[in-house]
């Protein structure tokens, strides 16, 4: 201000002025709105005239927030075309709009408050936030007032002084809006969020826990954790929240609780983690809880319906076992009464091809996957058993399997087929009780792929048989089982008979 000329005596009025703006800056507190009045009452208080008044634009009216030196009948809103205010607020110049003389300007009719009041002169500053302009510092006198630079300094002040507190206001209802945001997610998570001070007392505490527990935020917070719910050291809950008060992130197991309050009783999982203030210091945990009651049941129920399902799966197998050991017995009581020594044959092989699959649904029943057998094991006792039902001491049966699951739908076929050949081989490999003996090969050569090759050192088929359109029973059960796994047999005529089938498992 040192540039600007004085009248006589304005040091004076000067010194006043200046102990006006600070005496104004020392009582402006937090309330914006507020500061925004007193800043328009200091400056009428400075610069006199007949109002001051900060106008400012609000959902489509011009509306008076502060006002200093009321008229009677004045209306604190009202449209805002024609008004003066509105042309400072709604122009691109940064400056001051100053009118020393109203008289004969628009605004006598377009301004109604020029032609009730009188007014002769106006002085108004735009107020802006950032770059936005958002209102009008105006001062209007009923007198042609020629405005000093003094005048218009002082008034730049205050506006500015204004502007500051609109940002501030501003800035302070965004941050209510994130606060009332957030408060509004926290609130309706459909989870439990908890967050503790380093002392393990509640902080945040939002309603999917009150529902939970039937604790409500206020018995909660401030209260610390391991006091309200003692049963949280029994569960391990407290060493998760020293973990994370040591900055880890860690996840509890499925958890069960109990409310007192309200009888609930359900299970829970928690995660746990740091909570940081803006320096990144742990300042306590922030857990997420997550009510899993509904998945637990279904899952027992899930255990319970499979459980129910194996014992009855068991039960089947176990009954067409018995009901096949029943066909067995029938079979062999007509072959021992027939007096038919062809007959007594056919029905033995018959009843060794039901043996063979009654044993698979054996071990189907003893095998803890009822879907799958070991199919290594199913050979070796398959072949014990064939070798004792012929007596033959003479001929040796081995068994070398490679690790080889198969489901019913590829064993029965494959056991068949191994039952076929090793009768074959008991019955016809080895005349005149000759010695010998039959090889049994399991291997997995590929992913999903099974050989099993079935090899004799005994005297080989008769010469002239036909592999291809083989004219006995036991050969065309081969060709055809082969057929049934998607492959065909492969035949190999020397020292003997080695036979080898590999197909793909169809059990997938």
Aim: net charge negative.
């Amino acid at each position: 201000m040192s540039d600007i000329t004085l009248e006589p005596g304005g040091q004076e009025q000067l010194r006043d002025w200046i102990s006006k703006l600070n005496g104004c800056y020392l009582l402006l507190g937090v309330d914006s709105r507020e500061n925004i009045r007193k800043i328009v009452v200091t400056a009428g208080e400075i610069l006199g005239g007949a109002c001051v008044l900060y106008n400012r634009l609000d959902e489509g009216l011009l509306c008076t927030w502060a006002i200093w030196n009321e008229p009677e009948s004045f209306k604190a809103e009202d449209r805002p075309e024609g008004h003066i205010c509105y042309d400072v607020i709604r122009r691109e110049d940064e400056g001051p709009l100053l009118i020393e003389d109203l008289e004969g300007t628009s605004y006598q009719k377009t301004d109604s408050n020029v032609g009730r009041y009188g007014l002769k002169s106006y002085m108004g500053f735009p107020v802006k936030i950032k770059e936005r302009t958002v209102g009008s510092l105006c001062l209007v006198d009923v007198k042609k007032r020629a405005f000093t630079a003094l005048d218009l300094q002082i008034m730049g002040i205050l506006a500015k002084a204004i502007s500051i507190e609109e940002e501030r206001r501003e800035a302070e209802d965004e941050l209510k809006k994130a606060v009332q945001f957030n408060r509004e997610i926290i609130e309706n998570a459909c989870e439990g969020l908890i967050v503790y001070d380093r002392h393990l007392n509640y902080l945040v505490w939002n309603r999917f826990m009150e529902e939970l527990t039937g604790v409500s935020s206020k018995e909660a917070l401030n209260r610390n954790s391991l006091e309200l719910f003692p049963h949280l050291k029994e569960q391990g809950i407290d060493r998760l929240l020293a973990k994370a008060l040591e900055g880890r992130t860690v996840k509890s197991p499925d958890t069960p609780f109990y409310s007192p309050s309200t009888g609930k009783k359900g299970w829970v999982k928690g995660i746990y983690g740091p909570h940081l203030n803006g320096q990144g210091d742990i300042t306590g945990v922030i857990s997420v809880v997550r009510d899993i009651t509904e998945r637990k049941e279904s899952e027992e129920n899930l255990r319970k319906s499979l459980k129910e399902k194996e014992l009855l799966l068991k039960e089947v197998y176990h009954r067409v076992k018995n009901n096949m050991q029943i066909v067995s017995s029938l079979l062999r009581l007509q072959a021992m009464q027939s007096g038919n020594s062809a007959l007594s044959d056919c029905l033995s092989i018959s009843i060794d091809r039901i043996r063979t699959m009654a044993l698979i649904h054996e071990k189907l029943y003893q095998s803890n996957d009822l879907t799958r057998i070991d199919f290594g094991q199913y050979l070796g006792e398959l072949a014990s058993s064939l070798a004792a039902s012929y007596g033959r001491d003479d001929i040796t049966c081995s068994v070398k399997a490679e690790p080889v699951h198969l489901g019913i739908n590829s064993a029965i076929p494959c056991a068949l087929i191994v039952n076929e050949l090793v009768t074959n081989s008991l019955k016809y490999a080895f005349p005149d009780d000759r010695q010998g003996h039959i090889d049994i090969e399991l291997r997995a050569p590929g992913e999903n792929t099974v050989a099993i090759t079935v090899r004799d050192n005994g005297i080989g088929l008769p010469a002239g048989v036909d592999l291809q359109n083989p004219s006995t029973l036991g050969l065309q059960l081969v060709s055809s089982l082969a057929t049934q796994l998607g492959t065909e047999a492969d035949f190999v005529l020397e020292k003997g008979t080695s036979t080898t089938v590999e197909f793909k498992t169809i059990d997938g």
